[in-house]
């Protein structure tokens, strides 16, 4: 097996882990100190976000230079020490690589509007009349550029301008800055949303269907599953590196034709990580397990950086609950991804004003509604459902985030009693994980019924129930409680499951 097909992965969102320097911000030196911390959770590989230079329009997602690290997160000395710390403790480091687009203050790109001549002008796209395509963050994905008089794509923000994968020049610099990484050290990386890659020369309309553009022309574009396939082979033509690829889609049949050996290595499931509630989650993962049957890996994850936090969005902030999500992804075939503070049970965090304010994504929605003839409390109210703030507050450490300035964010009010019994819960999970019956691929007597899902992973017995309390036959016989996040009773003929009961037993 590959050494990504055996991990847990954990994903950290730089500036908001641990400020090392006492700047507010989180850092590499911040990280180092917390090394222990991961390894005593006992996962065995780290996502970073971008730690690139960036003037931070998108919180580092808009990159303005590929091979140096941010003021605000550190040196490469720094990031190297971190690297060679993680690897002492047997933990990888994959990062956040942004192809898609780079930072209008990027040197390529201030190069390209000079003039419509200049040697860098194709690594962009530009057009004297725009077609309809729409940002994914909202209004028109062309902005005017009065230099050169041209139109410029950007797929998200306008200083977010879309590089033209068409161009082989492009493909071949973004090839040098894998490599540059690589020989840093890294183990790999996050590609972030990599199906948007430009590739038409075409630019057809988006189809618009009840006032709503549909997302057809800009991405997932034709040739998209070869430069997958061409991307994931030069990457693993390296080396033993891993590749994970951010799909902009919750479409099962648009995510996982990316993956397997001929693309990268797995991509992520957001037709089950990013559900908006519990409805059918069961449902949807036994549909994934029928996807998945020729041996490729989904994978796993109920949180990241982009979305509202489990504890909020699907346990109902309830730690039985929460408990029950984190058994399922680290007990089920897939490669898992905890979102840093979950392990806790950290909560959202809701911006109460703009000025508390920092994502782009926001302040997009809040502009757009006043636009729209809304009044500022309804922007706002707008605003807090859209930004991405929820998710990206501090992590809630004894000693606090930083023991100097006032952080970059707010933060949430931590309940400490609770993060101990949930990491404790966790690193069981974990260490369980990592014995030879979860990391073969598959499972044995996969079944759901209702809300209730069974499976056996090796010589464990998982029950997992997302519903009312339900008796269910014993067929397995005599049987030894593991874990489970509640009491529960069982005997010879049936096991009786509490409400949202979740529990592994040995056979």
């Known amino acids: ?85 993680a690897h002492r403790y047997g933990i990888r480091v994959i990062a956040d690589m942004v192809v898609n687009h780079v930072s209008t203050e990027h040197a390529w790109f201030k190069e390209a509007r000079r003039s419509r001549d200049d040697a860098k002008r ?17 209004g028109s994905a062309w902005e005017w ?128 990580g990013s559900v908006a509630n519990r409805d059918g989650i069961v449902a949807e993962f036994a549909r994934m397990q029928q996807v998945y049957a020729d041996g490729r890996m989904p994978t796993l994850f109920f949180g990241s950086h982009d979305m509202s936090r489990s504890w909020n969005r699907l346990a109902d902030e309830r730690e039985d609950v929460a408990q029950l999500l984190a058994m399922l992804m680290l007990t089920a075939h897939g490669v898992p991804f905890v979102y840093f503070g979950e392990e806790i049970g950290m909560v959202d965090f809701v911006p109460e004003s703009m000025n508390e304010m920092r994502d782009v994504q926001g302040f997009y929605a809040y502009e757009l509604a006043l636009e729209d003839g809304k009044s500022e409390c309804e922007a706002l109210a707008i605003a807090q459902g859209k930004t991405r703030d929820k998710a ?67 010589e464990y017995l998982v029950c997992l129930n997302f519903g009312a309390a339900r008796e269910m036959e014993n067929k397995w016989g005599n049987v030894t409680l593991v874990l489970a996040n509640k009491d529960l009773v069982v005997n010879v003929d049936k096991i009786e499951l509490p409400a949202f009961g979740a529990v592994i037993f040995k056979m």
């Open 122 to 138: 194709d690594w962009f796209v530009w057009k004297d009349v725009p077609n309809n395509w729409e940002s994914f963050f909202g």
């Open 1 to 85: 097996m590959k050494w990504w097909q055996e991990t847990v992965f954990y994903e950290i969102y730089m500036p908001s882990f641990k400020d090392g320097n006492g700047d507010g911000i989180g850092d590499f030196k911040g990280l180092l100190a917390k090394v222990p911390y991961l390894a005593e959770l006992g996962v065995g590989g780290v996502w970073l976000t971008p730690f690139y230079p960036s003037p931070k329009v998108d919180n580092g997602y808009d990159v303005s230079d590929y091979y140096a690290v941010d003021p605000d997160y550190g040196t490469m000395a720094d990031l190297e020490a971190f690297v060679a710390e």
């Open 145 to 272: 550029d009065a230099v050169t008089e041209q139109y410029y794509y950007h797929s998200f923000a306008k200083e977010q301008v879309d590089l033209n994968w068409a161009n082989p020049d492009v493909e071949r610099e973004i090839w040098k800055v894998f490599d540059f990484w690589l020989d840093k050290g890294l183990d790999g990386f996050r590609l972030d949303v990599i199906n948007n890659l430009t590739l038409t020369r075409d630019f057809l309309d988006n189809p618009v269907v009840d006032g709503e553009q549909q997302h057809l022309y800009d991405k997932d574009q034709s040739g998209m599953t070869a430069k997958m396939a061409e991307i994931g082979e030069r990457i693993r033509a390296r080396g033993d590196y891993f590749t994970v690829g951010e799909i902009s889609s919750d479409n099962l049949t648009e995510i996982e034709r990316y993956a397997g050996p001929g693309g990268l290595d797995v991509t992520f499931n957001f037709n089950f």
């Open 392 to 458: 990206r507050s501090l992590m809630t450490w004894p000693e606090g985030f930083s023991d100097k300035a006032q952080a970059w964010i707010g933060e949430v009010t931590p309940d400490f009693a609770r993060g101990q019994r949930m990491f404790a819960f966790y690193k069981t999970l974990i260490s369980l994980r990592k014995t030879i019956d979860f990391c073969k691929p598959g499972y044995r007597d996969f079944e759901v019924d209702g809300e209730l899902l069974t499976y056996v992973r090796g």
